[in-house]
C-alpha cells in the first residue's frame, strides 16, 4: 500500500528565507507525486506534480520539487519566502498503472513566516 | 471556468442527526472524489465516482455514509445517523480522467461539527 510521510508537522521561517519541506513516500513503482497548499478557509491548490522525466519540477508561485528516487522523496522548495506562503502544505501520491487516481496525502506541513 | 463547488461550508448537528453534503464538480469532469480530514490526521480518502458509478468506495468508514452521484453531475454525501466521531472537514475533488496522473481540483471543504 502506498503511503506518505511529511515528517515536520510546524515549520517556521522569517520572510525572505530559504524553504525546504520534506516528504518521503512509499510506492512499489514509479509514483505519481503532487504538491498542494492550503491557505485559511480556503482548499486544497494545486502548486506542483511529477509524472515522469525531469526530475526538477516547478510550480505556481515559485515553488518547485526534486523526485529522488534512491531517497524516495519529493521535498518542496522556495528560495524566498514571502508571508503569503503561510499555509498548510500537504504531499500526495497518486495510484500509477492501471490502478485509479485516489490520493494518498502525508499529515501535512504548517508554515508559519514571521516578517 | 468554475471551481469545485462544496455546501454548506460549516454545518453543526447534534449526534444521531442526518447531514447531507454536497459537492457540485467542475463541469464536464466524469471523475469525483470524497476525502474526509479528521482533526490531527492526515486527509483520507472515501470514494471515487466515475460519472454515476462508484469506482472505489474502500474507503467509507461504515454503512452509515451513503453517497449518491445521480445523472453523474453533482455528488451528495449523507451521514446517517451521525456519531462525534464523524467531525471533520469533507473535500470533495473532481479531475478529467481518473488515472493516477490527472491532477485533482478541490473545493474548499465543508466543516462538520458534531456535538
Known amino acids: 500500500a502506498q503511503s506518505v510521510t511529511q515528517p515536520d508537522i510546524h515549520i517556521t521561517v522569517s520572510e525572505g528565507a530559504s524553504l525546504e519541506l520534506r516528504c518521503n513516500y512509499s510506492?512499489?513503482?514509479?509514483?505519481?507525486l503532487f504538491w498542494y497548499v492550503q491557505s485559511p478557509g480556503q482548499g486544497l491548490q494545486l502548486l506542483l506534480k511529477?509524472?515522469?522525466?525531469?526530475?526538477l519540477v516547478q510550480g505556481i508561485k515559485g515553488f518547485e520539487a526534486e523526485f529522488k528516487r534512491s531517497q524516495s522523496s519529493f521535498n518542496l522548495r522556495k528560495p524566498s519566502v514571502h508571508w503569503s506562503d503561510a499555509a498548510e502544505y500537504f504531499c500526495?501520491?497518486?495510484?500509477?498503472?492501471?490502478?485509479?487516481?485516489?490520493?494518498?496525502f502525508g499529515q501535512g506541513t504548517i508554515l508559519t513566516v514571521h516578517p | 471556468e468554475a471551481g469545485v463547488t462544496q455546501f454548506p461550508s460549516h454545518s453543526v448537528i447534534e449526534k444521531g442527526q442526518t447531514v447531507t453534503l454536497r459537492c457540485d464538480p467542475i463541469?464536464?469532469?466524469?471523475?469525483l472524489y470524497w476525502y474526509r480530514r479528521v482533526m490531527g490526521k492526515e486527509i483520507k480518502f472515501l470514494l471515487h465516482?466515475?460519472?454515476?458509478?462508484?469506482?472505489?468506495e474502500s474507503g467509507m468508514p461504515n454503512n452509515r455514509f451513503l453517497a449518491e452521484r445521480t445523472g453523474g453531475t453533482y455528488s451528495t454525501l449523507k451521514v446517517q445517523p451521525a456519531e462525534l466521531e464523524d467531525s471533520g472537514v469533507y473535500f470533495c475533488?473532481?479531475?478529467?480522467?481518473?488515472?493516477?496522473?490527472?491532477?485533482?481540483?478541490f473545493g474548499d471543504g465543508t466543516r462538520l461539527s458534531i456535538l
Open positions: 475533488a473532481s479531475s478529467q480522467g481518473g488515472r493516477g496522473n490527472q491532477p485533482q481540483h
Open positions: 510506492y512499489g513503482a514509479t509514483p505519481y
Open positions: 511529477y509524472f515522469s522525466g525531469d526530475t
Open positions: 500526495a501520491v497518486g495510484a500509477g498503472g492501471t490502478s485509479y487516481g485516489k490520493l494518498t
Open positions: 463541469s464536464g469532469h466524469d471523475n
Open positions: 465516482f466515475v460519472k454515476e458509478s462508484k469506482q472505489d
